[in-house]
T-cell receptor, first 112, second 117 residues
Framework: GNSVTQMEGPVTLSEEAFLTINCTYTATGYPSLFWYVQYPGEGLQLLLKATKADDKGSNKGFEATYRKETTSFHLEKGSVQVSDSAVYFCALRTNTGNQFYFGTGTSLTVIP | GAVVSQHPSRVICKSGTSVKIECRSLDFQATTMFWYRQFPKQSLMLMATSNEGSKATYEQGVEKDKFLINHASLTLSTLTVTSAHPEDSSFYIC?????????????FGQGTRLTVV
């Protein structure tokens, strides 16, 4: 079956620290992979995506690489800011059937 | 990215009444819309998937007679919570994509906070 597992939070970091949020997936076929971010009281915003193996998605200093050999799509940022505080969701989309599977979300708090 | 607008953002209703939530894709034609429910500090729970012009496909455990979903056009889907009860209070979020037109990622609305009193 299809599923997404991401590291449990909450995660608390100091400003300018390095961020890694782990995400692994199980999927049949060749899914597309996404990271979404949710700020309090809002819907989810697409942060970055990768559609095939070895693709690197990047946006706003965040990046993640689609690793087929380890079935992973870890989110990284070199220097976090207070404004990055949010909940981050890893997700996959099946290429057949247009189904999305989300991880449980990881809450990140960045303190000054 | 594409814009999906959800309305209202907050609604309070009395127990036993019905509430309609709208989800609009503003700058693309969405062939597929998804409706989720999110409890505090929890992940998204998919309620149903609707394809334009077709009946929605509900997830197991979701009452289709209570959560009516209509996707009558390529830019609008509605979720109606009928005979709402306090346990229906939650954050409801829609998303949309159009894979047959190359828009594979899902774009989300802002969410609707429903409170049933």
């Amino acid at each position: 079956g299809n599923s997404v597992t991401q590291m449990e939070g909450p995660v608390t970091l100091s400003e300018e620290a390095f961020l890694t949020i782990n995400c692994t997936y199980t999927a049949t076929g060749y899914p597309s992979l996404f990271w979404y971010v949710q700020y309090p009281g809002e819907g989810l915003q697409l942060l970055l995506k990768a559609t095939k193996a070895d693709d690197k998605g990047s946006n706003k200093g965040f990046e993640a690489t689609y690793r087929k050999e380890t079935t992973s799509f870890h989110l990284e940022k070199g220097s976090v800011q207070v404004s990055d505080s949010a909940v981050y969701f890893c997700a996959l989309r099946t290429n057949t059937g247009n189904q999305f599977y989300f991880g449980t979300g990881t809450s990140l708090t960045v303190i000054p | 990215g594409a814009v999906v607008s959800q309305h209202p953002s907050r609604v309070i209703c009395k127990s036993g009444t019905s509430v309609k939530i709208e989800c609009r894709s503003l700058d693309f034609q969405a062939t597929t819309m998804f409706w989720y429910r999110q409890f505090p500090k929890q992940s998204l729970m998919l309620m149903a998937t609707s394809n334009e012009g077709s009946k929605a496909t509900y997830e197991q455990g979701v009452e289709k007679d209570k959560f009516l979903i209509n996707h009558a056009s390529l830019t609008l889907s509605t979720l109606t919570v009928t005979s709402a009860h306090p346990e229906d209070s939650s954050f409801y979020i829609c998303s949309a994509n159009s894979p047959d037109r190359g828009i594979t990622e899902a774009f989300f609305g802002q969410g609707t906070r429903l409170t049933v009193v």
